[in-house]
């Protein structure tokens, strides 16, 4: 599979060196305004393939996304955000006018895959600005939430997390949905596996568990001023699925038709993923107090992305 990644900073050369190492691309193109630092990048990217799989590693301009089955878009023009991610709309929407523009000409065919914050927002924007179908539109969404809601579980319980089933919805970003009433251990509910364990899950430790899982970015974030081996990971299980046509369900950020009334909004819902995209999603049964959230979360998200589509119209 050949890759593009639009971004060459910590996230881009991280799943550069996430795809290319675990054989998920054959070909990846690094494109980036800093020409350097994006040609540094692959030749160290490279080296460190000599010693595991074959893969070919470039930088490149847009032209050379040409044939790309995925567009990873990475790259960040408004890197810095004090309280939550969706400050950053305006300076990425400006920077997508620039970018999306040039993969839909050079790689009309490929699936865009978003990571740039505030995601779901930004899935958005590409879906404007590409003209691709919806399902060749996808974005990270909540699916490295999900994984650490399952690391989180997984530790506080003592199993491994591969072994649980747990979500997390809705916004990638403070409005995200933990649902705790999806959440199984095989096909035990988790409470009584809680139980079982010796462990006790009451509203407490529910409610710091799921603190946790969505402040935890800002205590990577503040502790090292990025996080990218948890997205990267992220993006590549989503490259994978669509190169192995794997038709596997994950929470990655699409559009969707109708939320509870709203319509057209981008957020998290369970996705299954192959080698054309989205092929379904699905709502999970949830509480109501759990659909209330969701709700509230595609309402806060509707209302960023038309103030997205607004600066669209003015730029």
Known sequence: MKVGIVGAGLVGSTTAYTLAIEGTASEIVLV???????????????HATAFKQDCRIIEGDYKDLEGADVVIITADGAPNFNNSRLELVNGNTKMF?????????YAPFSIIIVTTNPVDVMTSVALKLSGFPENRVIGSGTVLDTARFRSLLG???GISPKS????????????AVVSWST????????????RDMGKELNDANKKKIAEEVVQIAYKIYHGKKATYYGIAGALSTICKAIAKDEKRVLTVSARHGNIDGLHDVCL??????????????MLPRLSPEEMQKLKTSAEILCGVQQQACALLKEL
């Open 155 to 157: 530790q506080y319980l």
């Open 183 to 194: 959440a199984r251990v095989g096909a035990m509910d988790i409470e009584e596996f809680a």
């Open 32 to 46: 980036d305004i800093n020409k350097i630092r994006a040609e540094a990048e692959a030749d160290d990217i490279t």
């Open 164 to 175: 649980l089933h747990a979500l997390v919805l809705g916004e990638h970003g403070d409005s």
């Open 268 to 281: 998290s819902l369970p996705t299954v993923i192959g080698k054309d995209g989205v092929i379904r999603t």
């Open 97 to 105: 006018e620039t970018i999306i523009p040039y993969i839909a000409t």
